[in-house]
């Protein structure tokens, strides 16, 4: 399941920032906290949770690859290192000195992971399985959207609901759907923004189950008979994050 992407809203730059060793300006928390996880109880298992609001970051149980998609805007498959990336559990809190967005918030991160675990990483392309999103030769079944109009991607009982959206947004999109199991690039030549819906049920109970019992239609089938689309298999170059340093324990903060 993913969530909306909200557009970010031009703020003035509150959060504290200071000068890495070439003199570019990085951005840093005012106050930050990152200690390794805790468990409650050996009999209970704490749940992951990353939650943001502007000028502030909290994390409980999360991953060292968690912190990296979610400070990095990656998946799962874009992260190549250390299997204890996985299983190695962090908290962090982190304040920053003014209502910073999101984009800057997930920057932010970025200093704090490279400044308290001797983090390290370059970003190169290799070659992956991917799928390119493209018409069906009946063409594409699609509702152009207003020209003034925000973007949104809700749930409305067992569809998503999709306004204001272009293709290569959508392709962003469905790359973080659980039943795709690698990258979508736009291939459809598509341009514009549309209005248009995924239906998987009836209700939402129904939308689970077709996620997570595959017990429904498949996004494949769905997308080629809603909407005119199709997810064609390939290889191509995919950008990935190569860690190439972590320490597991994280420095004094």
């Known amino acids: 399941m993913f969530n909306a992407h909200p557009l970010l809203l031009l703020v003035p730059l509150l959060f504290?920032?200071?000068?890495?060793?070439?003199?570019?300006?990085?951005?840093?928390?005012?106050?930050?906290?990152l200690k390794a996880h805790q468990?409650?109880?050996?009999?209970?298992?704490?749940?992951?949770?990353?939650?943001?609001v502007p000028g502030r970051l909290t994390i409980r149980n999360a991953s060292l690859s968690s912190?990296?998609?979610?400070?990095?805007e990656i998946r799962d498959y874009q992260i190549s290192g250390p299997a204890w990336l996985?299983?190695?559990?962090?908290?962090?809190?982190?304040?920053?000195?003014?209502?910073?967005?999101?984009?800057?918030?997930?920057?932010?991160l970025q200093t704090l992971l490279a400044e308290r675990l001797n983090l390290t990483v370059h970003r190169e392309a290799r070659d992956l399985p991917e799928y390119a999103l493209v018409a069906v030769k009946s063409g594409p079944k699609l509702h152009k959207a207003d020209a003034d109009g925000n973007t949104s991607i809700n749930v409305n009982n067992g569809s998503f609901v999709f306004h204001h959206i272009s293709m290569p947004e959508f392709a962003a999109n469905l790359s973080t759907f659980t039943q795709v199991d690698r990258p979508v690039l736009d291939r459809t030549g598509i341009d514009g923004v549309f209005d248009f819906s995924m239906q998987f049920g009836a209700t939402a109970d129904e939308m689970k189950r077709a996620f997570i019992a595959g017990d429904g239609p498949s996004i494949f089938t769905v997308i080629q008979e809603q909407l005119g689309l199709r997810l064609e298999a390939q290889k191509g170059p995919v950008e990935m994050l190569i860690i190439d340093h972590a320490e597991k324990t994280p420095l004094d903060n």
């Not at 504290?16 to 906290?33: H, I, Y």
């Not at 912190?67 to 990095?72: E, R, V």
Request: proline share 5%; hydrophobic share 35%.
């Open 16 to 33: 504290l920032q200071s000068r890495d060793r070439e003199g570019a300006d990085v951005p840093r928390f005012e106050v930050a906290a």
């Open 39 to 52: 468990a409650i109880s050996s009999e209970r298992r704490d749940n992951e949770s990353i939650d943001s």
């Open 67 to 72: 912190c990296l998609k979610w400070a990095y």
């Open 86 to 108: 996985q299983t190695e559990k962090y908290d962090v809190d982190a304040k920053a000195s003014g209502p910073a967005p999101l984009k800057q918030l997930r920057a932010m």
